[in-house]
């Protein structure tokens, strides 16, 4: 089940922040970016960067960390994206209470997992 809008506009708020916070300054932006996207009950963030073979102003998304909500525990499960391109579960804390956590988590990022 999809979050529902004001919990999504919660998460876009509180990610959207983070995000905003954490991107490089605007002359650096075409070569590094961060975004997010909310779809479904899981929130994913990713760098953008140019593609370095192709057509030139192409863009590839790159994600690093996810959260999905799992409204039967009332906790969001936290994942990084290891070099098997395959999402795998935090196991450092795997879950936690609110997004704010998470935001929490991925700033710190003690295992350097998620901004390497």
Do not use: N
Not at 8 to 31: D, L, N, Y
Not at 73 to 90: A, G, N
């Amino acid at each position: 089940m999809a979050l529902s809008e004001l919990e999504t506009a919660r998460v876009r708020k509180a990610v959207g922040g983070f995000v905003e916070r954490r991107r490089p300054p605007p002359h650096i932006r075409p070569e590094l970016d961060f975004g997010f996207r909310v779809s479904g009950q899981s929130v994913e963030l990713f760098e953008i960067r140019p593609v370095w073979r192709g057509a030139t102003g192409q863009k590839h998304e790159h994600p690093f960390a996810k959260a999905t909500y799992v409204r039967t525990k009332r906790r969001w499960r936290i994942f990084w994206l290891r070099q098997d391109l395959k999402w795998h579960s935090y196991e450092p804390t795997p879950e936690v209470d609110t997004i704010e956590e998470f935001i929490a988590l991925v700033q710190e990022d003690r295992y350097a997992c998620f901004f390497g």
